[in-house]
């Protein structure tokens, strides 16, 4: 075996969620294509939500990087080094993505944007205590704080700014080691409060608010029994908001995203020709799988839907590397949105808002109102149309330890960020733009690091400051990263949902369903679908209706969905409901070809009683019945054209 020359954390980034469950926890998956699972439904016995816990593990590797094996407690002595802050309340106001021409200026009739503080009014000498710093903890051993009672390893040290002076307290998680002296990474509970008691009145940038979402970087140290001590390459752990719907991937992936970083790095690890398995079916499969989260994706592209491309059928026709289904596959490219951004292409696929959209007005021109998939992605489903590719042996779901070191070090990249969603970026769900620019890494995957660590770069923040070298995306600390993200997180959760515009329709576009999910099948409908006593009438009239994720919350009860007015209603009452609504639980189907053999049905939601019409949910309303343009974001109408009136 090869001598181990240096030692590497993976994943590079690790993902963890926060819950409202004190003790308990899950963990996603370490290896591809394998279900997202939990036996209390990602809830603990009352009914709390479970935290998503971040595991990183160490593995020895020759002087190129090569993964030999992995390192455990049984190697040697393992010390791990976490450092992890909330900077939001102290950062500047999200207003746009920052790298879009919109943005920088370079769109016409708009000049560039120019954020200003968050909690401006506070001094410059008192701005550091609007961090919440949980500081730098060390853990090492075996199943060390497994019940996670000990304070020595938690993040409980952190800050959060009161204007008599006694600055409260924040709890932003605790580290734990498991059997192997692997480091476990657990959040915060889903805490968001203001200083002034003062309700949240916009979806991004709430003035007085704090959360206890975080970030920051993981470092590891081990002494070999030989003696020999390295110290690891290290990572980085983000805190994010629960996944309300786990196992359904989005268009774009954060690990879509971070491939596409890797490749403007110029250190693309991938293939020219793809694979129709590895590179084109998880779009296909996408598909579908998002019309469990979006009642428009469900019509267009659900499953028995003409648009559903995922069935054994069509995929034995998209898989033909023959002439003999050539227009069908250019057919299915040109429904793709073309990532160049040239021209508006409103109509095509997905069916996703995109990073430029200000407003959801019919007459906006910027060809990134909408979102397009990644440049890779779009070359190789050209490939893939013109019939430029390769098909292997469909994917097995493995076993940890039926694969080498290699793969396994790999897939804990992969499976840590396959959960996550590559945009839009407004400002996102676990991270936002800043993650595809290279200036933010080391190497591909791995965020660098930067030991100085200002709050304030003057005044205003612009793209000219963002992107520049030494500004603040050329390296980060502890907490830069989520510092980018809404405050608090339960404003934005509830404020990107989906059909903005009338005129586009009811359900679609949206903006990240599968996380925040717009349209659900219920417990009840999929009981009756269960029920051998049901007519196959009544068993399709369940299957066929769905009703809104946040109702009760930032919908009215009842069809069409009005949102509840005023829009700060909705999103003060997701601040302390986010843990009453339902997560989406993958279920056996009937048994019966006419309905699927998988279903995601909506679990654990104890808010009220639905009032639903199911036998209208589908049908398209009148132009009167559309929901009303969300008010969360009039704000950023007002701004776009006072800005444009100004340039």
Request: net charge negative; aromatic share 12%; with cysteine.
């Amino acid at each position: 075996m090869p001598e181990i020359k240096q030692v590497i954390i993976h994943p590079a980034i690790g993902v963890a969620r926060v819950g409202n469950s004190p003790k308990e926890y899950f963990l996603l998956p370490e290896i591809i294509n394998k279900p997202i699972t939990d036996p209390g439904n990602f809830r603990d016995k009352e009914g709390r939500i479970k935290r998503q816990a971040a595991r990183f593990r160490l593995y020895g590797a020759d002087e190129n990087g090569n993964i030999i094996r992995e390192l455990t407690a049984e190697d040697g002595d393992i010390t791990w080094t976490v450092h992890v802050a909330n900077k939001k309340a102290a950062w500047y106001n999200f207003d746009l993505a920052l790298d879009i021409p919109q943005a920088t200026g370079a769109f016409k009739g708009y000049p560039p944007v120019e954020s200003t503080l968050r909690n401006v009014t506070i001094s410059d000498a008192e701005r550091s205590r609007l961090v919440i710093d949980g500081g730098s903890l060390t853990i090492y051993g075996v199943n060390t704080n497994a019940d996670g009672n000990d304070q020595n390893f938690a993040f409980d040290k952190g800050t959060f700014y009161s204007p008599d002076g006694n600055d409260k307290p924040v709890y932003l998680g605790e580290l734990r080691t498991d059997e192997n002296g692997s480091l476990l990474f657990l959040g915060g509970y889903g805490l968001s409060a203001s200083y002034a008691n003062e309700s949240a009145v916009t979806f991004a940038n709430n003035d007085t608010w704090h959360d206890d979402t975080s970030d920051g970087p993981v470092d590891a140290k081990i002494k070999l029994k030989t003696g020999e001590v390295f110290e690891a390459v290290g990572a980085w752990v983000l805190t994010a908001p629960p996944d309300y719907s786990p196992g359904i991937q989005a268009f774009v992936t954060g690990y879509d995203l971070l491939v596409q970083t890797a490749i403007d790095m110029g250190q693309s690890v991938l293939p020219e020709i793809p694979e129709f398995w590895e590179h084109i079916y998880p779009m296909l499969e996408r598909m579908p799988l998002n019309g469990w989260v979006n009642a428009g994706i469900f019509k267009q592209n659900g499953w028995g839907s003409p648009g559903d491309l995922s069935t054994p059928e069509m995929v034995a026709k998209l898989s033909d590397t023959s002439n003999q289904y050539f227009e069908l596959r250019q057919a299915i490219f040109r429904q793709f949105r073309n990532p160049d951004y040239l021209t508006m292409q409103a109509e095509l696929f997905p069916p996703v808002y995109g990073d430029g959209l200000q407003g959801f007005k019919s007459s906006d021109t910027d060809p990134r109102n909408f979102m397009a998939v990644m440049p890779f992605q779009y070359e190789y489903f050209q490939q893939w149309a013109n019939g430029n590719f390769t098909v292997g042996k469909r994917p097995e779901t493995k076993n940890w330890y039926d694969i080498t070191p290699a793969e396994q070090a790999a897939y804990l990249d992969r499976t840590s960020l396959d959960e996550t969603i590559g945009g839009p970026f407004h400002p996102g769900c676990e991270f936002t733009w800043p993650m595809r620019q290279p200036i933010l890494y080391s190497t591909p995957f791995r965020i660098k690091r930067r030991l100085d660590d200002p709050l304030i770069y003057g005044p205003i923040l612009n793209s000219q400051i963002a992107l520049e070298i030494n500004g603040p995306l050329d390296g980060s600390a502890a907490g830069d990263i989520t510092k980018w993200m809404a405050v608090p997180w339960q404003t934005d959760t509830s404020s990107c949902l989906s059909g903005y515009v009338g005129i586009m329709g009811q359900y679609i576009p949206t903006f990240w369903p599968v996380r925040v999910p717009n349209d659900v099948l219920t417990e009840a409908d999929y009981e009756i679908m269960m029920n051998e006593n049901s007519t196959l009438e009544e068993k399709n009239a369940a299957f066929s209706n769905r009703v809104k994720w946040l109702r009760g919350i930032v919908y009215q009860y009842g069809y069409p969905p009005v949102k509840v007015s005023p829009y700060t209603k909705g999103i003060n009452d997701f601040i302390t409901q986010w843990s009453d609504v339902g997560i989406l639980i993958q279920k056996e189907g009937i048994g019966d070809p006419n309905f699927p053999d998988k279903m995601w049905v909506e679990n654990g939601r104890t808010i009220g009683e639905d009032q639903v019409v199911s036998d209208k949910m589908l049908m398209a309303g009148s132009e009167q019945e559309k929901s009303p343009e969300d008010s969360g974001y009039l704000w950023m109408v007002e701004r776009a054209e006072k800005r444009k009136r100004e340039w």
